[in-house]
């Protein structure tokens, strides 16, 4: 029960598959058959070692298949993806998977990438930085950034360990696609092995300069090795596809939450075997400092839904980041309320809810990409429904119509619903949440600024940042409401069991109902 609670709390409500490794290449643990060049040639070009091992060998195949995978349909990306997670399995397996993920760089140009991979056939302390000036691929060589290199190199995490990379293909598998997907950049690859949590820490403050505009990180990694072939055997019983959807579905909370804490305490407890765990931490550590910054699933699959055999299985994600600067444009704002005023009064009238048709608003990027956001309801001031979804768990702009559908329906006012006569004189609010970051020190918490979420056990409860505003709350108050709004006592403020998280909220909303002085609710959001 655990379990699902904390991946309910992370939001990501999806449907699962895992995976059968029967061919070789389907999951990095296992060496496929080997063919043409296994090992890096000596000098300033680190040789392809893995082509008609993992991938073509022969250019034109190789650039046909990648282009085919990022042909498919891809999430729309308002903003730049800043970093992307990405399996690295033979591409019968993987590729698909990681098209998607870099099908949300094209149209785009980056100068630096900095790839983060992990060491299959040598043990690795620390990190590891290759002194090369170039890699090679059946589509070409790529440049390596110098600058970067060097500078990495600098951080006493970093040491070269050539052995490391001579034939490991958790980096060279991205490579292919990155040239297919934004052609010319430079490049720094990074493995990264057993590190301490002080060590992810100095390493990524050497990373964190080095991301300037126009570069781009990417973790490889496949995410659960289920099986007898890999020693890991979670009790699943019968329903290994669901059981295996739950596990990634509780990465992809800790990767979406940005907690780099919570992802070690996360593998921690259930010894979830992703090969590229140290690099995604390393990721998340780089990002951390960075209030803006998203991400979201844009692929799953498994090698036993491909090969349809689960007593075995591999599970592929891939994960894009961006930055969200300063939120929505009013434009954009009142595409949303538009939405949601049309969504309300449809809903009341006919029980159905309208369609974000792209004919009849004007839909961008922003309002395309998965968004978390709340819809408020208020008469004269009066709380009505507000209903929300504290992670996003769709597109933005279906995200309001579904919440702006819910919240005229808001179990709080089950005997005393919204009719149709009461519309016009509804006002409507909506906010759009940032992610929700792990809160370990309640005394940073700034009224007005955050929303939080608090949770023990089965029960929980959350605040948008406007009601402790609109109540007149310190933050002593606000913190002894949300243990009341979370059916708990006072006193697991202090109980270690007791997880804390915030976020922050743009909050834009239509005009006030005439005649409607605003009024404080009871603060129910």
């Known amino acids: 029960m655990t379990m699902c609670r904390k991946a309910l709390l992370g939001g990501v409500l999806l449907t699962i598959a895992l995976a059968a490794v029967i061919f070789a290449g389907a999951c990095d ?3 496929p058959k080997p063919g043409a060049g296994v ?11 893995g082509a008609d091992r993992w991938f073509p060998g022969d250019g034109d195949r190789l650039g046909r298949l990648v282009d085919a995978y990022l042909s498919g349909m891809t999430t729309p990306m308002a903003k730049p993806p800043v970093a992307l997670i990405v399996p690295h399995a033979g591409y019968q397996f993987s590729g698909a998977v990681a098209g998607k993920g870099y099908a949300t760089l094209k149209g785009r140009s980056y100068k630096r990438v900095i790839l983060f991979g992990l060491s299959h056939q040598v043990a690795l302390r620390g990190a590891s930085v290759l002194r090369v000036d170039a890699y090679e691929t059946p589509l070409g060589r790529i440049p390596v950034d110098i600058e970067a290199r060097d500078a990495l190199l600098k951080c006493s995490v970093v040491t070269e360990q050539p052995e490391a990379h001579a034939t490991e293909h958790s980096v060279e598998n991205q490579l292919p696609m990155l040239q297919r997907a934004i052609k010319e950049f430079k490049m720094v690859e990074v493995l990264v092995g057993d590190i301490t949590s002080a060590q992810r820490k100095t390493l990524a403050d050497a990373v964190r300069p080095l991301v300037i505009d126009g570069t781009l990180m990417v973790a490889s990694s496949d995410f659960t090795h289920y099986g007898p072939n890999y020693g890991y055997r979670p009790e699943l ?8 959807q739950m596990l990634n579905n509780m990465a992809m909370a800790k990767i979406s939450q ?10 921690d407890e259930t010894h979830d075997t992703i090969c590229g765990r140290a690099g ?3 990721l998340l550590k780089v990002v951390e400092p960075w209030e803006d910054v998203r991400a979201t699933r844009v692929a799953y699959d498994t090698s036993g839904q491909i090969t349809g055999d689960w007593k075995n299985s591999v599970t592929y994600a891939a994960v894009v980041f961006w930055r969200e600067g300063e939120g929505l444009a009013k434009a954009e704002q009142a595409t949303l309320l538009r939405l949601a005023r ?24 922003a309002l395309k990409t998965h968004g978390a956001a709340f819809v408020t309801l208020k008469n004269a001031g009066e709380l009505r429904g507000c209903i929300g979804h504290p992670v996003a768990v769709a597109p933005l702009c279906e995200s309001v119509v579904g919440n702006a559908r819910d919240a005229c329906r808001d179990p709080r006012f089950t005997e005393n619903r919204i009719t149709e006569k009461e519309v016009p004189a509804l006002s409507i609010e ?3 949440l940032s992610p929700i970051r792990r809160l370990t020190d309640l005394a940073s918490i700034q009224i007005g600024r955050d929303g939080l979420v608090m949770a023990r056990g089965q029960r929980s409860g959350l605040f948008l940042p406007q009601v402790p505003v609109e109540q007149n709350w310190n933050r002593e108050q606000y913190l002894e409401n949300l243990c009341h709004k979370a059916g708990l006592p006072v006193d697991a403020l ?12 743009q909050v834009f909303g239509e005009e006030k109902a005439k005649g409607g002085q605003e009024k404080k609710d009871e603060g129910k959001k």
């Open 29 to 31: 643990a296992e060496d």
């Open 39 to 49: 090992a890096a040639a000596p000098g300033k070009v680190h040789a392809c070692a």
């Open 237 to 244: 019983g019968d329903r290994v596809r669901e059981g295996l």
């Open 258 to 267: 940005i907690d780099p804490a919570g992802w070690d305490a996360l593998l």
């Open 280 to 282: 995604i931490g390393l």
């Open 342 to 365: 049309d969504t309300v009064a449809q809903f009341i009238k006919t029980g159905q809810r309208p369609e974000a048709d792209p004919a009849k608003y004007e839909l961008t990027p």
């Open 430 to 432: 909506i906010s759009v």
């Open 494 to 505: 202090k109980d270690p069991q007791t997880e804390f998280y915030r976020f922050t909220a």
